[in-house]
């Protein structure tokens, strides 16, 4: 048995309230609105959506940020497959766009300007900030494109990517993070989003009680680490106590060496998520799971 009661972990499975979805519609609502008055945004067209926490479910904070990513569908970027020419996929016979993403993020930020006021709205690297009040919830709104990754001809895999303001390329795959992470709650008679709610809230709290946790540990990450737990560890045991010990065991026996989670990916199945510029290492992850235990006081 943990420090924790098995009535606290309950507790920790549960959304911090009823009326997520509504936050969530409610802020999209107001984008759109703001877009769709802005003369010139209003003839394009784009995909608005909630990504992160909020969309996914999975969010623990009361009033925490919500994020919609506003999708740019005029034009995309793409990355050709080993051996694919542009020729290959058709790319060569479309039109170049006049219309630059560092545009469409600067008409993004001057629409959300006009509808919610220059003091409420916080140009960052990655996306624009609508500051909250009493009726609405803090919003990172996060301008991107359509991206397209030609695997071969005809497989297609289509996300979003946008630039920093400080040059870097991001790209993402966000609407199938949710549909994966739907299918994993499914799999795991719901327990997917409610073990990682019970991570994130074991991390804020370590953290409420001194614990200095690496910067590397994201609740993002901590999701994806609890993606790529085998349904049995949901399935087989029942209390939060023991499935939240035997994925400590299983997260930290699988990182005591990268080649036993080189396969580990996003929710969405599309990015790795050891490989590549990461804010985490394997290493980090190993030492957090050393870290939660102790906390927790196992044996």
């Known amino acids: 048995m943990s420090k924790i009661s098995e009535e606290t972990l309950s507790l920790w499975t549960k959304p911090p309230s009823e009326t997520e979805e509504s936050k969530l519609q409610n802020a999209q609502r107001m984008v759109k609105e703001a877009l769709k008055s802005n003369e010139k945004l209003k003839t394009k067209n784009f995909d608005i959506f909630g990504q992160g926490s909020y969309a996914n479910d999975t969010n623990v904070k009361l009033n925490s940020d919500i994020d919609i990513n506003v999708c740019y569908l005029d034009g995309f970027y793409f990355q050709l497959g080993e051996k694919l020419t542009e020729q290959d996929v058709g790319l060569d016979t479309l039109p170049s766009t006049n219309y630059s993403f560092q545009e469409y993020k600067n008409d993004v930020e001057q629409a959300l300007i006009s509808y919610f006021g220059k003091e409420n709205v916080i140009r960052k690297n ?65 327990r997917f989003k409610r073990l990682t709610r019970v991570h994130r809230k074991l991390r804020y709290k370590m953290i409420d009680d001194g614990i200095n946790i690496n910067n590397g540990i994201t609740s993002f990450l901590l999701e994806c680490l609890v993606w790529n737990l085998p349904n049995e560890i949901f399935n087989n045991y029942n209390t939060w106590d023991d499935r939240l010990k035997q994925s400590i065991i299983h997260i930290y026996d699988k990182t005591k060496n990268d080649s036993l989670c080189d396969d580990w990916g996003e929710v969405s199945e599309l990015l790795y998520l050891f490989k590549g510029n990461r804010k985490w290492t394997v290493n980090d992850v190993n030492q957090y799971m050393i870290q939660a235990w102790n906390y927790l006081e196992y044996k």
């Open 126 to 190: 990655k996306c624009l900030t609508v500051l909250g009040n009493s009726y609405r919830v803090e919003t990172d709104v996060v301008p991107t494109w359509k991206y397209k990754r030609y695997d071969s001809k005809t497989a297609i895999v289509e996300g979003t990517k946008f630039i920093s303001d400080d040059g870097v390329d991001v790209v993402n795959y966000p609407k199938q993070h949710i549909q994966n992470g739907i299918q994993k709650n499914t799999f795991t008679s719901k």
